[in-house]
C-alpha cells in the first residue's frame, strides 16, 4: 500500500533518512507544557521513539524514531496524556511565546493567554506557505518577534500623574532611550522617543504614570535561506479585538496575493508594501 508521506507531514510526521522512520512534531502552544504531557511524551518516546525527545527552536517537542506501523497507536498512547500531533508544511505553524506579564517582571502583556488565542483561532490553517506567529512580553524580546511572520511584542503607553509624584527621578534612571528628564521637580517625557517598554512605571515607588498595556506588531518577518526584520505598520495598538482584526487581515492578505510556495515577506514585497499597509490601515481605522 502506498504511503500518503504528505498527509503524514501535514498531520506533524515528518520523514527521517531512516527508512520508515519519522520525527513527530507535538502541538505546544506558548512553550507551555504540563507535567502531564511531559510525562506522556516521555513514555510515548521510550516506547515508540529510541528514548529521546529533541526540543525545536520554535518551542515545540519532536519525537524522533516513530515506525510507520506505530503512528496510529502512538496518536492514541499521546491523545491519553492530552497530547496532540502539531503540523508542518503551508499553515499556520506553532504560535510561540515568552512567559510574558503573568511570571516575568518585565512582561507588559499576558502572552500565553494570547499565544492560546491565536492558536484556537489559526492552527494549521492551510496557506501557500508556513506562516508564524510569535510573541513576546516586552521590550527585551526574548521571542525576537521581528523575526516571525506575524511578530507581537507587548508594550505600556504611558502618561506622567503629577500628583501622585515624589521627583525620586528613578524612572529618569530606568529609562534606556533617555526620553524623560527631571527638571524643577517636574517630569517631562519625549513620547516621541519612548518605544513602550514600561520601564519608567515599573520602576516608580508611587505609582505615578497612567498605563494602557497594548502591542506592537511587525509584518514579514524571515529568519532561514533569508533574513529580514518584520516592519511595524502602526506604533502601538491598544485594543485586543483590533489587534485579532489586524492579524485577520495579515493572513487574508496572504491567502488571497500570495503565489504557491512564496513566504508573506516577499508576497508584500511584490504586490506592494504600500498596498499592504492600506489593508492594515484600513482595518484599523475601520
Partial sequence: MAVDYSTLKKGGFMRQKQKNNFSLRLRVVGGNLSAKQLAKIAEVADKFGDGHVHLTSRQSVEIPFIKLDDIDSVKAALAEGDVE????????????ACQGEAICPSGCIDTYALAKELDDRYFAHELPH?????????????????????????????????KDCISCGVCVKACRNEAITL?????????????????????CPTDAWDEIHGYIVSFGGLFGNHINKGETVIPFIED?????EICDAAIKFFEENANPGERFKFTIDRVGREKFNEKIMEVYNG
Fill in 130 to 162: 508556513k506562516f508564524k506567529f510569535g510573541i513576546t512580553g516586552c521590550q527585551n524580546n526574548c521571542l525576537k518577534s521581528e523575526e516571525n511572520d506575524v511578530g507581537i511584542k507587548g508594550g505600556i503607553k504611558v502618561a506622567w500623574r503629577e
Fill in 85 to 96: 500531533p502539531g503540523v508542518c508544511g503551508p499553515r499556520v505553524r506553532t504560535i510561540t
Fill in 183 to 203: 527638571k524643577d521637580g517636574k517630569i517631562s517625557v519625549d513620547y516621541d522617543k519612548c518605544n513602550f517598554c514600561g520601564r519608567c512605571c515599573k520602576s
Fill in 240 to 244: 485586543h479585538d483590533k489587534l485579532l
